[in-house]
């Protein structure tokens, strides 16, 4: 829903009454505003412009906010005529925006899909409580508010709402209704197997910044022009890798290289992207440090009983056959159903000097000693004002709006040179270059590749919204967007998730800016040589980092102590000898995800306490054990994996898992370690969607894929191992 435009407010003189109306300047709708906050309305220059994305095209007004100051007397609005301004124009927008027809058309345009899931969920629970389940309950009232908010949750996530106030709301309005108790709704937040994913994250920081996982990356594919080869090459390495580190971290530090040799051998990055992130993804399922569901499925575990703890590699056992179908798959099949494009950022990062202009004013000029604002700076079509250098030599680099234009200032602008004539019609900007108005290479200037992950704050705003170049001391030349590169106003696109923003900063910003990496994924750094920086590699501590790691794995896989305790000594031990500060340490942790999957603990408790898991668990076993034996096991693992893989993909794995854990545990004829395994496969193997896994987002642009690409390529590959793993899983596991 938008907000409401003030600026486009006016007096509609015609309306009767001691309450005149106001009304849209195009005078379809009328607006029942009291008079008396009209220049209320017109005073709110300020909360107009962070209310609108389109106030730029309004600025030619006929008088200014400052020559209406001066011929009209100070008005003081109290508290209450500013709530009743905003009721009024709240209901207004709510009424145009949503429930007009118009409003409704756009809803569920954009929400289609997820209405339809939404639709058949509720359909199948309703027909299963009039039919199945209907006498199943021992108490139905609270295994339907059970099932009832779990449900919403459910259709929270589907609609991308934030999954962590989700995952809390879901657990107050659980401990409200006493549908759980207090010590079910904490004990996801107490659990040791929560606290050792967050502790990892830290020790995959540590591995990263010594970099360890970047000078592997520098060696995987070698000099190898074989793109076959090369995949092979990057893919083995990968999966074992991010079979005990962190895959984020791992993926974004492989981009950039993957890039510069698909820029070397001339091939196009989509070839190699998809297959990078993919093998990340299958290496998970080699040990229990793999993803974070295999650990979440543990945590869970030790809350029923806490003597069943999984070994660590034994899920391997049949996690290496599926990476080796895997990997076989994407090789294979590649070659027909890996698309070939071409990033739309690549040309304009092999020559990124031809996408900045720098222009001077002149002594004389009008537009000295007004801000950026007032002389029409901001908000230009295609073109960013990125830094004022002054006279004396001082930069200014996140421009501020109310920054003073003074006389001899060297204004930079990055976006597209072909707009330049925008700038040239400002009265007094002369250009610094009179061949192609192009800026000279400077070595203190680069070239930033960065994602929107999934669950960021940017989702949905604006980068003028944001003050997204005082925010992140960056300004954005382009976007790209499933394949396309977007355009119009940069500063007035709202973002979504998989966007890829691609920003001219002050050289060494990776090392200097320390972005969170929930909120903005930073790839690559390309200098304006068209070259990435190199970094430099200090030998003792890349070695000694992976020692630290190993140490803890093998540890842990002997039996001589528990894995949150080595992780909490490796992370110690990182920082200790120099491998990562504390505060980068602290900056790893994923508050977040801690509180996702803490907070899924009630949904799982709430659904076994209630009988709920029991009966769907029952049900399953009913539709599919057929006549019994070893294709009746396999026929409910079948059903497992399709139910988590569904799951995975509307939701998230996490959710997925915790919804069906207790549905899984219920189903007692086939053995444990069965159901806990195929749960942890088919929760960690999404491949049909960009979404469905924070790995695919990130390579989602670089490779200039689009939605269906991965769709027409993960699909095979998920039902190949769902045919694959089941026997598998019962032949090893029973």
């Not at 486009?8 to 309450?19: E, H, K, R």
């Not at 109306?21 to 008079?35: A, I, K, Q, Y």
């Not at 879901?170 to 401990?175: G, H, I, S, Y």
């Not at 987002?697 to 490779?703: D, R, S, T």
Request: proline share 4%; glycine share 8%; aromatic share 8%.
């Amino acid at each position: 829903m938008s907000e409401p435009n003030l600026d486009t407010l006016s007096i509609n003189s015609a309306s009767p009454g001691p309450s005149p109306l106001l009304s849209s300047s195009n005078g379809d709708e009328t607006r029942l505003m009291p008079m008396h906050l009209k220049r209320l309305s017109e005073s709110r220059a300020e909360t107009a412009d962070l209310l609108s994305d389109d106030d730029d095209d309004e600025e030619d007004m006929s008088e200014t906010e400052s020559e209406r100051d001066a011929n009209e007397p100070e008005v003081e609005y109290s508290t209450l005529d500013q709530l009743e301004y905003y009721w009024h124009s709240g209901i207004q927008t709510l009424r145009d925006e949503f429930f007009s027809r118009e409003g409704l058309k756009k809803f569920f345009k954009a929400n289609r899909w997820a209405m339809l899931a939404i639709l058949i969920f509720l359909g199948a629970f309703l027909a299963l409580g009039l039919t199945v389940w209907r006498k199943s309950f021992k108490d139905p009232g609270a295994a339907w508010a059970a099932i009832a908010i779990v449900f919403s949750t459910f259709v929270g996530l589907i609609r991308g709402g934030n999954p962590e106030i989700l995952m809390m709301l879901n657990t107050c309005v659980l401990v409200l209704g006493n549908i759980i108790d207090e010590k079910g709704a904490l004990e996801g937040f107490a659990n040791s197997s929560i606290f050792t994913i967050i502790v990892l994250f830290v020790v995959a920081s540590g591995i990263e910044h010594t970099g360890s996982l970047d000078y592997a990356s520098r060696i995987m594919m070698g000099k190898t022009t074989n793109i076959y080869l090369a995949q092979i090459r990057m893919m083995v390495p990968t999966a074992i890798i991010s079979a005990f580190i962190n895959n984020t971290p791992q993926v974004a530090i492989q981009i950039p290289m993957t890039e510069q040799w698909c820029r070397r051998m001339h091939v196009s990055p989509s070839k190699m992207m998809i297959p990078l992130s993919w093998a990340t993804i299958l290496g998970g399922t080699l040990s229990l440090l793999g993803t974070s569901p295999n650990l979440l499925v543990q945590g869970l575990l030790l809350a029923k009983d806490k003597t069943l703890v999984l070994p660590l590699m034994e899920i391997g056992a049949v996690g290496a056959p599926l990476c080796v179908v895997g990997i076989a798959y994407i090789v294979i099949v590649g070659r027909w159903l890996l698309p070939e494009r071409i990033n739309a950022f690549a040309d304009l990062i092999k020559t990124p000097r031809d996408y900045a202009i720098s222009a001077k004013v002149e002594p004389k000029s009008a537009i000295i000693g007004q801000t950026v604002e007032a002389a029409k700076l901001r908000g230009l079509d295609n073109l960013y004002l990125l830094e004022i250098k002054r006279a004396d030599g001082s930069v200014h680099s996140a421009v501020s709006p109310d920054l003073e234009i003074m006389a001899n200032d060297t204004l930079s602008f990055v976006g597209k040179v072909d707009q330049v004539k925008e700038v040239w019609q400002i009265p007094g900007l002369v250009p610094t270059n009179h061949l192609e108005h192009k800026l000279k290479p400077r070595p203190d200037r680069a070239i930033i590749e960065s994602v929107v992950p999934q669950g960021s704050s940017l989702v949905g705003k604006t980068a003028r919204r944001l003050n997204f170049r005082e925010k992140y001391s960056a300004g954005i030349i382009a976007i790209h967007r499933s394949g396309e590169h977007l355009r119009g106003k940069i500063g007035a696109i709202r973002l979504e998730t998989g966007d890829c923003l691609l920003m001219e900063a002050r050289g060494g910003y990776m090392e200097r800016e320390n972005i969170d990496r929930k909120e903005l994924l930073v790839l690559n750094e390309v200098q304006y040589t068209g070259k990435p920086k190199q970094k430099k590699y200090n030998m003792i501590k890349l070695i000694w980092a992976p020692i630290v790691v190993s140490l803890m794995i093998i540890i842990n896989a002997l039996g001589y102590s528990n894995l949150l305790g080595l992780s909490l000594g490796a992370s110690f031990v990182l920082m200790a000898t120099g491998c990562m500060t504390a505060q980068q340490a602290y900056r790893s942790i994923d508050v977040r995800l801690y509180v996702i999957i803490a907070g899924s603990f009630g949904m799982a408790t709430a659904l076994d306490k209630t009988g709920v898991a029991k009966v769907v668990s029952d049900s399953l076993i009913s539709v599919f054990s057929g006549s019994g034996g070893a294709q009746g096991a396999i026929g409910q693992l079948f059903a497992l994996y399709m139910c988590t893989m569904l799951l995975t993909a509307l939701l998230s794995n996490n959710a997925a898992v915790a919804i069906m854990f207790p549905i899984a545990y219920n189903m007692t004829n086939i053995s444990l370690k069965s159901r806990m395994y195929i749960i942890m496969y088919a929760a960690s193997c999404d491949f049909s969607t960009p979404f469905g896994y924070q790995t695919n987002i990130m390579v989602y642009a670089p490779g200039g894929y689009k939605f269906l690409d991965y769709t027409k390529f993960g699909l095979p590959l998920q039902l190949l191992l769902l045919a694959t793993s089941c026997p598998l899983v019962y032949a090893i596991y029973g």
